[in-house]
């Protein structure tokens, strides 16, 4: 059974910090692509950060560039993702998801976790 279990979110104010984990199982985490991928109130799933297998690679929306940094433990079936400077944009339930390619379209993607609240606010 396949699962992505997201934690770590929380409520924050402007300029904090917050480190997002997916632990996940079921399936060979080392060989797929991970994303996180966000959806904010009312609004569409928005496209946050992709991670190539082994790690080495890393790919951003341009809101999240300089500020957020996605990487995984394959050895821990863990993906993380580090977000520094939050904003209150950055409000949104957080999703991890899989797929076993890069590619943005997350309607393609295999497998995704409930979601974790993040919360900017003062």
């Known amino acids: 059974q396949v699962q992505l279990v997201e934690s770590g979110g929380d409520l924050v104010q402007p300029g904090g910090s917050l480190r997002l984990s997916c632990a996940a199982s079921g399936f060979t985490f080392s060989t797929y692509w991970m994303y996180w991928v966000r959806q904010a109130p009312g609004k569409g799933l928005e496209w946050v950060s992709g991670?190539?297998?082994?790690?080495?690679?890393?790919y951003y929306t341009d809101s999240a560039k300089g500020r957020f940094t996605i990487s995984r433990d394959n050895a821990k079936n863990t993906l993380y993702l580090q977000m520094n400077s939050l904003k209150s944009e950055d409000s949104a339930v957080y999703f991890c998801a899989a797929a076993s390619r890069m590619t943005r379209a997350t309607t393609t993607y295999d497998y995704w976790g409930q979601g974790t609240q993040v919360t900017v606010s003062s």
């Open positions: 991670i190539n297998p082994g790690g080495g690679r890393t």
